[in-house]
């Protein structure tokens, strides 16, 4: 087969075994249907992969359809970032079908739920794959229905029928300026494919640059869950783990970051843009540090973690560097699968969510090793700490922000390269202090035994093995992968690599003495409940730790736990950052009571004013029909007569205007 032909099966194998198992998953095929075709994509594009092997981009496209103005063509783009994006979108899905199989094992929508994840899979594929906007807007949209309804997987819990519905408006507020960024970008350009778009932007044919840019960076805020529309990722931890990890790793908020690398050079137009997303990655990195460090429950640490390494891929776009941003985003999604999949480990031994209560309970980290050795790898990937991969990473985000700030780059604005380069370094201390008090707290708790479940499943222990691989060894092939990225070099500078390093130790350090401080604390009664079924399947004890963490404290978010560094190293600042520094209240205020107060008014309109006319019009037809229906008797004499008054009255009528006339 070709490289073209095998590139077609990578997102349709996906979509063919989301089909199959909607229409045969209650037979007993859906496990098979969920985790064959998802691997057999991988291996596909694996193969592609090594076929593209970094070179020229491989295209070939063939029209869709005839507009009769811009034309929409099915059409591949094979370069570099893409064969390696879709061996992480593959892989990834894999592992948490792989993963699912044991944590859903007894769930009853399990059918349906994978056929979701592998068609969520099969739309970042085609996103990733598509060599045209508007194929590429189809899995885009896909993507975003698919979160919908695994968001809200757990309907029967408040919490999850809230986080999908918010996930969904909060990303369709970002959607419509996109599509309209869209329309404007082929209007200006005469095109949705993505070669002619980046041919035109080369021959300056780019009218109106940074409306279209900031048009198109409203939906990449949005998706990619960057300050303001970042609110809904961490809510959406609701859904089940596997599809955090999907959602945090391989898909949705990766398809913003790679859509803005795919057209980099259309931002680079605008440096107005490229400052604003220089901004906008500069918040996101540092509240989300700031919110991760505040949060009690385990995967929302997770979830601020997510938008902060989204907003070092976003600062690593605003200098103009979208290898540093591409290479980031595998590396981030290759530990950040391990982090949520072992969490979901870490919630079913402990039978909670809740950092405060494992805080409290001795021997966790024994009685789930596998889990506490992958995620303290996965940690201190995020931390940066050498030689994992997430150092390797960072440092090409912060060596390329260097490079603009001090003058060596000219694509970006130098403010811009300077407030990624601060932004990036502060980031480093609250991202080894945060991921250092969730280890402390998870795995160095003293207390009550963890209750035993025995031996994890097969299944869900494998995949997070598979997984550390890349964790460790991804970086170490900095030198080696330069040409799937442009020929651009990634090798970390001795300047950056010193500082975020140091800094990272600094943060890891003064979390581990803020521990040691308040654990004296920790001898107090365990706060919270702890909902440990030591045979249930892992969803069960996910979604009663969530509905026992919010009865136990009112929040997902917080617990009231005086021996918890964060509290400490937060200070006064502790109370605005468990609450993401208030957004959801200040977005309540501003556009959720203006928008149901109108909603209400036209409540009101439709019910007492409209239907007040249609109902007065009906009872109007009904009156003059119950007034005419007493006419109709049934009595042949009654009609007669009233025919013979009636030819009187006229005949009688006809004569008085004939004698009127005749007067005149």
């Avoid at 593209?52 to 869709?64: D, M």
């Avoid at 404290?553 to 937060?570: E, K, N």
């Avoid at 502790?574 to 203006?594: C, E, S």
Wanted: charged share 10%; glycine share 10%; with cysteine.
């Amino acid at each position: 087969m070709t490289t073209t032909t095998l590139a077609v099966l990578v997102p349709l194998l996906p979509f063919l075994g989301a089909a199959a198992g909607l229409l045969l998953g209650r037979t007993g095929y859906a496990r098979p249907l969920a985790v064959l075709p998802t691997l057999a994509a991988g291996v596909i594009a694996v193969v592609v992969a090594v076929r593209q092997g970094g070179g020229p981009a491989i295209v070939a496209a063939t029209e869709l359809t005839p507009t009769g103005s811009v034309p929409i063509d099915l059409a591949l783009y094979l370069d570099g970032f893409a064969v390696l994006v879709a061996v992480l979108v593959a892989l990834v899905a894999t592992c948490v079908q792989i993963y699912s199989t044991a944590y859903l094992r007894d769930d009853a929508r399990y059918p349906s739920y994978a056929a979701l994840v592998s068609l969520f899979t099969s739309a970042m594929l085609l996103v990733v794959y598509s060599g045209d906007l508007m194929v590429l807007l189809v899995g885009w949209e896909i993507m975003g229905i698919c979160s919908y309804f695994l968001v809200g997987h757990y309907w029967e819990t408040p919490e999850a029928r809230a986080a999908s519905l918010k996930a969904f408006l909060v990303t369709k507020l970002g959607d419509v300026p996109f599509l309209i960024g869209l329309f404007a970008l082929a209007a200006d350009t005469g095109t949705f494919r993505i070669t002619g778009i980046l041919g035109a932007v080369a021959d300056g044919g780019l009218d109106h640059p940074t409306l279209i840019a900031l048009l198109l960076l409203a939906g990449v805020a949005g998706k990619s869950a960057q300050f303001p529309l970042h609110t809904w990722l961490p809510d959406a931890m609701a859904g089940p783990t596997p599809v955090s990890a999907l959602i945090h790793a391989a898909t949705m908020v990766a398809a913003g970051i790679y859509f803005v690398a795919r057209l980099l050079p259309v931002f680079a137009e605008s440096g107005a843009a490229l400052v604003v997303l220089a901004v906008m990655a500069a918040v996101t990195m540092i509240g989300s540090g700031l919110a991760a460090l505040a949060q009690d429950d385990i995967k929302r640490v997770l979830a601020y973690s997510t938008i902060g390494q989204l907003g070092y891929m976003s600062g690593a776009l605003a200098v103009g560097d979208r290898g540093a941003a591409v290479f980031h985003l595998i590396s981030h999604g290759a530990f950040k699968a391990v982090l949520f999949l072992a969490a979901g480990v870490v919630i079913h031994a402990a039978g909670t969510n809740s950092l405060a209560a494992m805080s409290r309970m001795g021997g966790l980290a024994k009685r789930i090793p596998d889990a506490y050795w992958t995620m303290t790898v996965a940690l201190l990937a995020l931390a940066a700490i050498p030689p994992f991969a997430g150092f390797f990473s960072k440092e090409a985000v912060l060596v390329a922000a260097e490079h603009t700030a001090f003058g060596d780059s000219d694509v970006a604005p130098a403010a811009a390269g300077w407030t990624i380069l601060v932004a990036g370094l502060l980031a480093a201390v609250l991202t080894a202090a945060y991921a250092t008090r969730l280890w402390l707290l998870a795995f160095r708790g003293r207390g009550t035994e963890a209750p035993d479940h025995g031996r994890q499943p097969v299944a869900m222990t494998s995949v997070l093995w598979v997984l550390a691989v890349p964790t460790i060894a991804f970086g170490l092939t900095v030198g080696a992968i330069a040409d799937w990225f442009d020929g651009h070099s990634l090798t970390p500078s001795l300047t950056t690599a010193v500082l975020s390093t140091g800094v990272g130790l600094v943060g890891g350090l003064v979390t581990y003495g803020a521990w040691r401080h308040t654990m004296a604390m920790a001898d107090r009664p365990p706060v919270g409940a702890v909902a440990a079924h030591p045979d249930a399947e892992p969803a069960l004890v996910e979604v009663e730790a969530m509905t026992s963490h919010t009865a136990a404290y009112g929040t997902i978010a917080d617990a009231p736990d005086p021996s918890d560094p964060g509290r400490l190293l937060l200070g006064p600042l502790h109370r605005h950052a468990v609450t993401g520094f208030h957004l959801d209240a200040l977005y309540t205020r501003l556009f959720v009571r203006p928008v149901q107060a109108a909603a209400r008014l036209v409540r009101f309109l439709d019910r007492e004013v409209v239907d007040t006319y249609v109902s007065a019009s009906g009872s109007l037809a009904r009156g003059l029909g119950t007034v005419v229906r007493r006419a109709q008797t049934g009595n042949v004499q009654t009609y007669l007569g009233a025919l013979l008054a009636g030819s009187l009255v006229l005949a009688i009528a006809a004569v008085v205007f004939a004698n009127v006339n005749a007067g005149a």
